[in-house]
DNA sequence: GCTTCCTGTATCTTTTAAAATACAAATTTC
DNA sequence: GAAATTTGTATTTTAAAAGATACAGGAAGC
């Protein structure tokens, strides 16, 4: 990663990176919804490249409909018309939100399969080296869009206990209590990467735009791990949200999470 | 970003989306250490393109120490031995651990100056609109590595009360308890953007990567807003985790967040 | 040792993207 | 209403990326 001594990292289309950069800053806010965008001749400058290919950067953002072009008078940033509404989740209280949020929005099974783990959730779930697991993958949707892409494994010990009807039908959580497993504790991780052609196709985006992913890694009370979740999230359509207080004396200072409803 | 009626998005060099996305593939887990990846035949034909274009995102990779090649054998990824160590930040109490932290790693002021907010910086902190704010973007490294790329924005009035020199040398934080500003709560929204050339080349990273997005208004016990944080922090070098508790009776089952030390 | 599967290398062609440039037309500003 | 600024459109040229193809050479399995 930093060290840049072999051959470099290919450039890639500028048009396409360009168009990239001015969504995820339209979207990120940074250009607020009303304002205009720095003319196409100052893009070009800025970005060192030249006008025709703003030019087919911001003929990609008017597609999307995230930009508006009047002749001799600028181009301005839309008002996010199509998506008023974006799912927020706390981060504190995860799965209550997901589980009210379960009312409002669809999943669809994109596929079911008892596999042999990647190393990653073999380990992370302390498998022997020839137990296999459950994978499915669901896409979850709300309003007809879809935001987020949910991939789960479980061990096929455990995920024999439910059918692939159950699964569509019923929270993975629901069927995992249902059963008699005594979930207890749990570990999230939050990063960032790029959706790949194979998840941008259903969230409906581009190859190349940035996601949230989440992996949630949960176990039950002798520690064993019951599931691994790798959840793949829309920004434009979701965001993860926590409120904090601060609390504590003089000394001891610090933050915690505010547990109560969900904010906003 | 859904309707794709008019232009379509530009496609972009196609080596270079591989290169991306074999990078974070392997920075995300997907292809363990030691593991070897498809071979690049076979990468052609399930990328869509020729053998040629693969071979230019692997010397990428190369050149970044992320694999290595052996001819007759394959292509493998290394063992990530120059970055053994990876940040990590609980959620939940997040300011202690940046705090500790801030021991092991060092921070660098990348600009300073008074500015008249961003629209959405105004909005969230509830400024006037002649309103001034000082915005300062630091760059955090650890073990002469960028992980973090921060920019905060004081409203003018609670920021002439501490000097650049100050800033420099004190967290934020310390200054304006010390000014007897009584903070209180805070808000907190994660997601994931794109780098963009002036936050991709202090985190010595590249254009198009994904990257953590962290926002923090921090308010104080009137409720006024002290501080606008936006963080930006590489995922490979840095990773917010959370560990969560199933607590509650029979009927009102949830998790909740661990407070005690840091996971690990 | 043979076969198979892989990477290394080189050349040539085709396709696509980007740049340079010029000018028309709409809009705002003064 | 004149000037300046901005988007719209078109053409030509240049540069870069991608593709097709062929063959040499290392490594592993049998």
Redesign the interface.
Known sequence: ?????????????K???I???L???I????H?PG?ALPGELRLAES?GVSRVTIR??L??L?????VERRAGSGTVVRQPS?TPVQLKAD??????QLERMAAETTARLLSFAYVSP???VGKALNLGPDEKVQRAVRLRRAHD?AFSHLTTYVPERIAESYSEADLASTPLFRLLERKGVR????????????A??ETAEPL??????????LTRVVYDASGDGIEYLYALYR??RF????????VGGNDDR??????SET?Q
Do not use: C
């Not at 008017?62 to 995230?66: A, C, E, I, K, S």
């Open positions: 990663m930093t060290v840049q001594n072999g051959a470099a990292a290919p450039e890639g289309g048009a396409r990176r168009y990239l950069l969504r995820d800053e979207l990120g806010g940074t607020a304002e970005h087919r950067a003929d990609a008017v597609g999307d409909g995230l199509s981060f504190a209280t995860l799965m209550p990647p190393q990653q869009k979930v207890d504790h749990a570990r999230q991780t939050v990063s960032a990467v790029l790949t052609p409906e985006t581009t190859v190349g735009a940035a996601l949230i992913s920004p434009d965001q993860l949200e926590m409120l904090l207080n601060r610090h933050w915690a999470p505010v547990l904010t």
